[in-house]
């Protein structure tokens, strides 16, 4: 089975894709519901009334930032496009509050840039700070390079690959019908699709790679890959290292290490449980 195909316009320029003002009012009206079980069942409604009065893609600010956004195959992309105080709004708010001189954050899974765009929104105005967007599927991080391209103010470094236990190339697949479900395949799995060959190296080399002296957060969404991520980062790093604050997938089912036991042994709490995530502190 083949991959399947991922629409990417990164050549036409921004505003190629402006919003009509249909649907730019359909917008600012979801984008005002509390978030609330009633906010939330009157932004579905709105939602697919929307989106009649939208193509592929369109070119609008979503977190203060110009960003290209597609509707269709990607499921937190959509959720953040027509109501982004629905999208994992807890867990990106914990991330913003580590805004500070000189902060780091690490975006691993990045997709499109959805974490590192909104963090971004807050720690802009801070000397020193940096995020660093990590995605390794060639065509996502096309998108994600656009809209890093389209807002060079903002303290945002790429890195097109994927994080493992060990630098090698590994094998990566496209999640069907929505793009937040790519994974990269562990060793000895199988697949019917077609795989994508991906440089991956540990978080540890990426923090060299970008001369890091601290890291303040982490966002780490490798739809199951989350052991070998952090397991040697949990072994192996400094502590200086070491961040306040790491937002994690829930995917405790597939784990067949406990890692927010090996996360304690270098002095994490689970702090929160969010929708789709966990949040871990250090004091």
Known sequence: MANPKILVDDTSPFGTYASNERFASFIARMRWLPR???GKRLMFTFRRMARRHVGDCVDMELFGAKMRLYQEGNASEKRALFAPQFFDYEDRMALADLAAPD???????ANIGLYS???AEH???HAGAR???????????RRLAFNRAQNLDLPIDLFQGGIGSKADTMQLVTGIGNLGQTRILKEGESTEQQSISVPVITLIELAEKF???RIDGIKVDVEGFEEAVLLPFFSDAPDILLPRLMVIEDNRDAW?????AAAATRGYRLAKKTNMNLLLERA
């Open 103 to 109: 902060a780091v954050f690490v975006d691993i899974g």
């Open 131 to 141: 995020i660093i967007s990590v995605e390794p599927h060639p065509d996502i991080h």
């Open 123 to 125: 720690f802009k105005n």
């Open 36 to 38: 609330s079980w009633l």
């Open 211 to 213: 001369n890091l002296q």
């Open 117 to 119: 765009f909104s963090v």
């Open 256 to 260: 067949e290490t406990d890692v927010l």
